[in-house]
T-cell receptor, first 112, second 117 residues
Framework: QQQVKQSPQSLIVQKGGISIINCAYE??????FPWYQQFPGKGPALLIA?????SEKKEGRFTISFNKSAKQFSLHIMDSQPGDSATYFC???????????FGTGTRLTVIP | EAGVTQFPSHSVIEKGQTVTLRCDPI?????LYWYRRVMGKEIKFLLH????????ESGMPNNRFLAERTGGTYSTLKVQPAELEDSGVYFC???????????????FGPGTRLTVT
């Protein structure tokens, strides 16, 4: 049973546009929601993370929006650049947990 | 500081053979995790070491998989005998020891792509 559902599977955005990736979860015990970015040939790297006590977190062009009642969270990439082209994974965990539960990933392509 | 390293980067073996994957975590990281991503699917947790002790191996698919972390440094993941469904990318990650209620960032290695033919 997949704990975190992610969509879309792939996304093509024009340079300067907004990229939006959505995730949903069922386990209400989750209280840590990171997003990972993976470039080809590299491992996933933490991009930004949020806890459910806030509804939004912004770091530069990257913003997480969190809706606790809907059990959904999303990543917004403003002013998308070709260098943002990568695979993005949402994940969830709970305090003190050993492991992360990942979504299936979104392959983002930003075209010039 | 050096990141998490994994060896080999690629491995192609025949069904029934044995393969051993190696992970060197970031120095000083007591937590070491193994994950696997089958093509197109999510990255799935396999197991977790704290130092040399297995803390959680609930994600290990079956007893053909054996993980070790002797001395609490590097770790190996052995698949014996390998089956076709074992193909995928195996990631290792490490993190500092967590405090109560904490989630420390997990640093991932580049992965080992295993192909079983």
């Amino acid at each position: 049973q997949q704990q975190v559902k992610q969509s879309p599977q792939s996304l093509i955005v024009q340079k300067g546009g907004i990229s939006i990736i959505n995730c949903a979860y069922e386990n209400t015990a989750f209280d840590y929601f990171p997003w990972y970015q993976q470039f080809p040939g590299k491992g996933p790297a933490l991009l930004i993370a949020i806890r459910p006590d806030v509804s939004e977190k912004k770091e530069g062009r990257f913003t997480i929006s969190f809706n606790k009642s809907a059990k959904q969270f999303s990543l917004h990439i403003m002013d998308s650049q070709p260098g943002d082209s990568a695979t993005y994974f949402c994940a969830a965990s709970y305090s003190g947990a050993n492991n992360l539960f990942f979504g299936t990933g979104t392959r983002l392509t930003v075209i010039p | 500081e050096a990141g998490v390293t994994q060896f080999p980067s690629h491995s192609v073996i025949e069904k029934g053979q044995t393969v051993t994957l190696r992970c060197d975590p970031i120095s000083g990281h007591d937590n070491l995790y193994w994950y696997r991503r089958v093509m197109g699917k999510e990255i799935k947790f396999l197991l977790h070491f704290v130092k040399e002790s297995k803390q959680d191996e609930s994600g290990m698919p079956n007893n053909r998989f054996l993980a070790e972390r002797t001395g609490g440094t590097y770790s190996t993941l052995k698949v014996q005998p390998a089956e076709l469904e074992d193909s995928g990318v195996y990631f290792c990650a490490s993190s500092r020891l967590m405090g109560p209620g904490g989630n420390y960032e997990q640093y991932f290695g580049p992965g080992t792509r295993l192909t079983v033919t």
